[in-house]
């Protein structure tokens, strides 16, 4: 199947900024998502960004997308403490098969 | 509120034992999706359901099965076919497209 990769850790000083990416490889997805994981607990969809768009943001947030790579990335301005969880990076193959990347586990340290 | 809702949040199963999770959702959504998660892997699809009385594997359905009698409810059952079925299950639901709603998880453990 098409895959979704990211890397598993990102550690961060409390303040800075976080960028987490994405790469994928399927080029006919509509939306490309950002969900975040708190520990114990379900996924929540943090962003999302239309194909056809290079950029959004949405306060702390900036997500850019790069196509031509099949590249994306969630940028994290003034980092806290409760920015730490996991962030997956998904992107809809077809309606019913949303593929996920592996999380990436952000550390945020005061 | 709307949501949905997984029970049991912690689950202990001996070997060779059948175990049942529930989800049920007041969306009113027509998608269900039960996902499981692995400690360092994305999460995988086990099942998912478009429409009441009709579901499809995803792509590790080997030694689990679900039921979708109500628009509310997909539970799944992991059966004793399931080698390694301790891991964290996710229920979710959409529309059919876009967001999926994510449930806050069971996790199952093999004794």
């Known amino acids: 199947g098409e895959d979704v990769e990211q890397s598993l850790f990102l550690s961060v000083r409390e303040g800075d900024s976080s960028v987490i990416n994405c790469t994928y490889t399927d080029s006919s997805s509509t939306y490309l998502y950002w969900y975040k994981q708190e520990p114990g607990a379900g996924l929540q969809l943090l962003t999302y960004?239309?194909?056809?768009?290079d950029m959004k943001q949405d306060q702390r947030l900036t997500v850019l997308l790069n196509k031509k790579d099949k590249h994306l990335s969630l940028r994290i301005a003034d980092t806290q403490t409760g920015d730490s969880a996991i962030y997956f990076c998904?992107?809809?193959?077809?309606?019913?098969?949303?593929?996920f990347g592996a999380g990436t586990r952000l550390t945020v340290k005061p | 509120d709307g949501g949905i809702t997984q029970s049991p949040k912690y689950l202990f199963r001996k070997e060779g034992q059948n175990v049942t999770l529930s989800c049920e959702q007041n969306l009113n959504h027509d998608a269900m999706y039960w996902y499981r998660q692995d400690p360092g892997q994305g999460l995988r699809l086990i099942y998912y359901?478009?429409?009441?009385?009709?579901?499809q594997k995803g792509d590790i359905a080997e030694g689990y099965s679900v039921s979708r009698e109500k628009k509310e409810s997909f539970p799944l059952t992991v059966t004793s076919a399931q080698k390694n079925p301790t891991a964290f299950y996710l229920c979710a639901s959409n529309r059919g497209s876009g967001e999926l709603f994510f449930g806050e998880g069971s996790r199952l453990t093999v004794l």
């Open positions: 960004i239309f194909s056809n768009m």
């Open positions: 998904a992107d809809d193959v077809n309606n019913n098969d949303m593929r």
């Open positions: 359901s478009q429409i009441v009385n009709d579901f």
